[in-house]
């Protein structure tokens, strides 16, 4: 019986500290394939705006679907909002709160 306990109480133990080393892992590393499908998307969006002079609408579904967006009920994964001026945000919304994963094309970055 001691035996027993022992060996539940050790296999919990592990998955306790599995998750939190997960959990505390860089998001370059969790998301790394958010984050490389953004980057592309990126390189599409830029593409688009060098050929067409403007960037998408942000409910243009055929073209943002061309791009590579994935439709996810009325919004992309990732969101995509433009001030239909000089600037855009892509945005993985999770369904808890974040961290987010945010590209803003005026600040060239991504938090």
Do not use: C
Request: glycine residues 4%.
């Amino acid at each position: 019986m001691k035996k027993t306990i022992l060996i539940i109480t050790s296999i919990l133990l592990v998955i306790v500290i599995a998750f939190t080393m997960y959990w505390n892992l860089p998001i370059e590393i969790t998301r790394k394939s958010d984050i490389q499908f953004g980057n592309q998307l990126i390189k599409n969006i830029e593409t688009y705006q060098t050929i067409n002079k403007k960037f998408p609408e942000n409910q243009d579904w055929k073209t943002l679907e061309k791009l590579g967006f994935q439709k996810e009920g009325l919004e992309t994964k990732p969101y995509y909002s433009t001030n239909h001026q000089d600037s855009y945000e892509l945005i993985y919304k999770d369904e808890f709160e974040g961290p987010y994963l945010l590209w803003n094309s005026q600040e060239k970055n991504g938090r």
